[in-house]
């Protein structure tokens, strides 16, 4: 891919994670400097749609990213050290939630992690005894659907989520590589309306395994850096 067509691609990412407005060509070049015209980033967008980044319901009408579109943002997010460089507010509250793992408080860290993303999260360590689930109110009211067909099917997710976890804990600990991303369905999710995060913490010498759940346009950089400010703060 072009170096252009994928900056576009990435501040079209930006664009519709940010409003959960359809990405144009308007939009982009009132928002972005590329230095070109909208008629060329139009030309760009189309190009994208025909690879399968976005969808476009109408000819005259935005454009829609696709997992496809999604999996490429996170990947490159996660390979760019500097996506995870954290303003100074949020690593102060990094060592607060790093200070309650530590003294073993998880569900604290559970409530204040899910209120500080606006997602529903989930701290689940069996060895302690111990799955707390927070912020399920902040993930339906973000969901990009008002489908009642799409809601059941958040809700039946979110009922089978511990003991899917329960299933998926072995695999979890035996991985090194954090955190695990997901984006549509995941070993614990089967609604492609979700996108899961898995992260893993060391409380007091025993694992904890956070789980972060959240529409597909959850804001990823910004997950991403307050786990990687709360790991160097541990």
Same mark, same amino acid.
């Given at each position: ?13 930006? +664009? &519709? ?11 982009? &070049?009132?928002? +972005? %400097? ?19 980044? &976005? ?13 496809? *579109? ?23 509250? *990094? ?5 309650? /793992? ?15 993303? %606006?997602?529903? @999260?989930?701290? +689940?360590?069996?060895? /302690?005894?111990?799955? +707390? ?15 009642? %067909?799409?809601?059941?099917?958040? *809700? ?14 072995? /695999? ?38 956070? /789980? ?6 959850? %804001?990823?950089?910004? @997950? &991403? ?10």
């Amino acid at each position: 891919m072009k170096e252009r067509t994928q900056t576009i691609l990435e501040c079209g990412m930006r +664009y &519709f994670i940010e409003t959960g407005e359809p990405v144009t060509s308007k939009a982009l &070049f009132e928002k +972005y %400097d590329f230095g070109i015209r909208p008629a060329m980033i139009r030309s760009e967008l189309s190009e994208l749609c025909e690879k399968g980044y &976005f969808t476009q319901n109408h000819p005259s009408g935005g454009r829609i990213p696709t997992i496809k *579109a999604y999996k490429l943002f996170v990947g490159k997010l996660l390979e760019d050290e500097r996506a995870f460089s954290c303003p100074s507010k949020m690593t102060i509250f *990094a060592d607060e939630l790093a200070g309650n /793992l530590k003294r073993g408080e998880t569900k604290i860290f559970t409530d204040e992690l899910s209120r500080h993303l %606006d997602i529903f @999260s989930i701290g +689940y360590a069996s060895s /302690l005894d111990r799955c +707390y689930e927070s912020g399920m109110y902040g993930l339906l009211s973000n969901l990009d659907t008002e489908s009642r %067909d799409d809601f059941l099917d958040v *809700a039946r997710d979110l009922e089978l989520v511990e003991s899917r976890i329960d299933e998926m804990e072995k /695999l979890w600990l035996s991985q090194d590589l954090w955190p695990q991303v997901y984006i549509g369905e995941s070993p614990v999710t089967k609604s492609k309306q979700l996108s899961v995060i898995v992260n893993r913490f060391n409380v007091r010498g025993e694992p904890f395994l956070f /789980l972060m759940i959240g529409p597909m346009r959850m %804001d990823y950089q910004k @997950s &991403f850096k307050i786990l990687k400010a709360i790991e160097n703060s541990m």
